[in-house]
């Protein structure tokens, strides 16, 4: 008989997720950063590694924050050092949130261990079996964002239609 719950791939992913959460909170707790400051700094990586503005309103919206949230969470970037605001375009209205160097560098420092380890744990798979993992992880990524879409808008369908 099987174990009640998801399928032991799923659990995996479970597992994965807490105990990425638990790195993130260890590494933040000891630079005294929250996990939303961490995942703030992420959001303003990815989107300026594709030449994206980010602004104020993109992070709230990736966040999911409220505007008082938001505003309370760039100034703390913008304390530590880690984020500088510029006005952008011509009627200097918008603001872009740009990392700075010392979030670079700490975050660098923060998340070393992590990819020390994880390096050593890629070196043992193939190329082939790393690209399968690759698809899988997209694929399960691709999955989470409709299912949180669906989440928000509460329109999840009925189990037994």
Do not use: C, W
């Amino acid at each position: 008989m099987a174990a009640p719950g998801p399928p032991p791939l799923v659990r995996l992913l479970q597992e994965f997720t807490l105990e990425a959460n638990r790195y993130v909170d260890a590494a933040g707790g000891r630079n005294a950063m929250h996990r939303t400051d961490l995942n703030a700094l992420s959001v303003i990586m990815r989107h300026t590694a594709r030449g994206e503005v980010v602004t104020p309103g993109v992070l709230r919206k990736e966040l999911n924050l409220s505007s008082p949230a938001t505003t309370a969470l760039i100034d703390r970037l913008h304390s530590s050092g880690h984020v500088v605001r510029e006005r952008q375009g011509t009627d200097r209205r918008q603001v872009q949130l740009l990392m700075t160097p010392k979030a670079y560098s700490d975050g660098g420092a923060m998340f070393l261990p992590l990819a020390r380890h994880m390096g050593a744990a890629l070196a043992g798979f193939t190329p082939e079996e790393l690209e399968i993992a690759t698809r899988f992880m997209n694929s399960m990524i691709e999955a989470t964002i409709r299912a949180g879409e669906e989440a928000a808008r509460d329109d999840t369908p009925p189990e037994n239609p």
